[in-house]
């Protein structure tokens, strides 16, 4: 089964080497509302069990009770917390929308599907070599 997968892998990334490929980008794309977007990317960040467990476990080593007002300290560093975040995410927001501009460009695309049909061939060689070739060579 898994000399089956490999040749299969082989082939997909063979044909990546075509222009139009099974790894080639669609550019339409699918527009997408702003403001379903920021819903979406809210409800993924608030509903994350890990982004839960992580601030339960940090927020307290920034909070000193002897100055009081807890309430106060929560608030300004979920403050500074999100100003990081937006000083940080919105740079890689722009950067990934001039990316992407680039990527569906056809030289990149034909350039990027022929480097994914090299990593998918590489995948199945290395998968032969482990199910096959290290037999042969005992």
């Known amino acids: 089964l898994a000399v089956v997968g490999a040749l299969y892998l082989g082939w997909i990334g063979l044909k990546g080497f075509r222009a139009q490929g099974p790894l080639a980008l669609d550019a339409r794309g699918t527009a997408v509302a702003p403001a379903r977007a920021l819903r979406v990317a809210f409800l993924t960040n608030v509903l994350n069990p890990k982004v839960i ?3 339960l476990a940090l927020y307290p080593n920034f909070l000193v009770l002897d100055r009081g007002h ?5 608030v300004l560093l979920s403050a500074v917390l999100v100003a ?5 995410q919105a740079p890689l ?7 992407r501009a680039w990527l569906l460009g056809p030289a990149a ?4 599907a022929r480097l994914s049909g090299g990593v998918l061939v590489l995948f199945a060689l290395l998968m032969l070599y482990e199910h096959v070739g290290r037999g042969l060579l005992r």
């Not at 807890?70 to 929560?74: C, S």
């Not at 990081?84 to 940080?88: D, R």
């Not at 695309?109 to 990027?112: D, P, T, V």
Request: net charge neutral; glycine share 4%.
């Open 53 to 55: 467990v992580l601030f």
């Open 84 to 88: 990081i975040n937006v000083a940080w």
């Open 70 to 74: 807890v309430t106060a300290q929560l």
């Open 93 to 99: 927001a722009v950067a990934a929308h001039l990316a």
């Open 109 to 112: 695309a034909g350039w990027l």
